[in-house]
């Protein structure tokens, strides 16, 4: 046995350099998974969300009611964004998640401060993410401490107890802030992603590797058959994952459902939709990678971004604005909105028609880049 030999070393150790430089995936997932951790947790990551979304619909034109929302936009922790025309229109927005915060000013208001007749202000939270709920409701909870220092003169500028008026909360949808409620709905997205994007992109490189996808194309089927040939038994499986999934959540966790035929159709859609996008994904990522280690590492850099920019772990409204058109993009911020706004708000299809498009345009984007990069890979 001879002895230690640095010559042997370096020369391995060129040789795994060189096969560094050749597997571009790995080399580049070395490089670019911490600078994508980097930004994440140093400027998407934000554990107390401001400048949420608002609506404030005042009956009250006066300067008292004015102070009122000068003052609560003060805290930055809302934005009022929308001044509907009627209530109607505001229970709209905040059904469909357009905003976390509505506000009602009753006409009297002014007077009734005046004369001290203790006021009242209604401030209805979107309670469906209590961490977001939680900061909204401390900040209208200042308002009557803070609301009237620049505007009341006179005697009526006296500290006086009780405040000038009063702020009733409303906690909507999850009024008890239960986690539960907003994290395991969320966590069939989470799950739904994680498995089928990386089960289909594995399997389908696990093909090419073995040549059995060589032998598929020799065959009359085209490209596209193909694809829907191997999605379909997927799509299935995903179904199975989300009646399971949804079934422990009620039974374990009494996590609330859809109430009508016409939220479980709108939820139907969303699901199948979202399942056959992810499906579509991993079988576009099995067109690039060449390996089926390769394949795992670009389905877990894809699950990066979707737990962090989707609102799954934080308020997606509380992000920064660069996050939040990232987050657009991944399929799993749609579908949080979606499973959400049904099981807990009662949404149905009118209601979710932008994210059900966000999926479907998702869907026809990656199905045509797949057959596309099947084509020209499989050539």
Do not use: C
Request: charged fraction near 15%; glycine fraction near 8%; hydrophobic fraction near 50%.
């Amino acid at each position: 046995m001879s002895g230690l030999s640095f010559a042997r070393i370096a020369a391995v150790m060129v040789k795994e350099f060189t096969q560094l430089r050749r597997d571009r995936i790995t080399y580049a997932m070395i490089l670019v998974m911490p600078l994508m951790q980097l930004l994440l947790f140093g400027y998407a990551i934000n554990t107390d969300p401001r400048h949420m979304p608002a609506a404030v619909l005042s009956h009250d034109h006066g300067r008292l009611a004015n102070a009122v929302v000068a003052t609560l936009e003060r805290t930055t922790y809302v934005d009022v964004k929308h001044l509907p025309g009627s209530e109607a229109e505001m229970d709209r927005l905040m059904r469909r998640g357009e905003i976390t915060l509505a506000l009602t000013i009753p006409p009297d208001f002014s007077e009734r401060v005046l004369k001290g007749d203790r006021a009242q202000i209604l401030a209805e939270v979107d309670a469906t993410d209590p961490t977001a709920a939680g900061g909204v409701a401390a900040a209208v909870a200042t308002l009557p401490s803070n609301a009237f220092r620049a505007e009341l003169r006179g005697p009526a500028a006296k500290p006086v107890s009780p405040a000038p008026f009063e702020v009733v909360v409303h906690r909507l949808y999850n009024p008890e802030g239960i986690t539960s409620y907003n994290i395991v709905p969320g966590l069939l997205a989470i799950i739904l992603s994680m498995t089928l994007v990386m089960m289909t992109a594995m399997a389908v490189t696990r093909e090419v590797e073995r040549g059995t996808m060589e032998s598929l194309l020799s065959t009359p089927a085209t490209a596209f058959e193909v694809m829907i040939g191997k999605l379909l038994p997927y799509i299935a499986v995903g179904l199975v994952q989300t009646v399971i999934v949804l079934a422990l959540a009620r039974l374990l966790f009494s996590v609330p459902m859809a109430q009508t035929l016409a939220g479980w159709i709108a939820l139907t859609v969303g699901i199948v939709l979202f399942i056959t996008g992810n499906l579509a994904l991993g079988y576009l990522i099995s067109t690039v990678v060449r390996s089926q280690l390769q394949a795992m590492q670009i389905s877990m850099f894809y699950m990066m971004p979707s737990l962090f920019l989707s609102g799954f772990m934080f308020p997606f409204a509380g992000l920064p604005g660069w996050a939040r058109v990232l987050g657009e993009i991944i399929p799993i911020t749609h579908f949080l909105r979606i499973i959400r706004g049904s099981l807990l708000k009662g949404q149905v299809l009118a209601d979710m028609g932008t994210d059900l498009l966000a999926l479907g345009g998702f869907l026809v984007v990656v199905a045509v880049l797949t057959v596309a990069r099947s084509r020209t890979t499989l050539d």
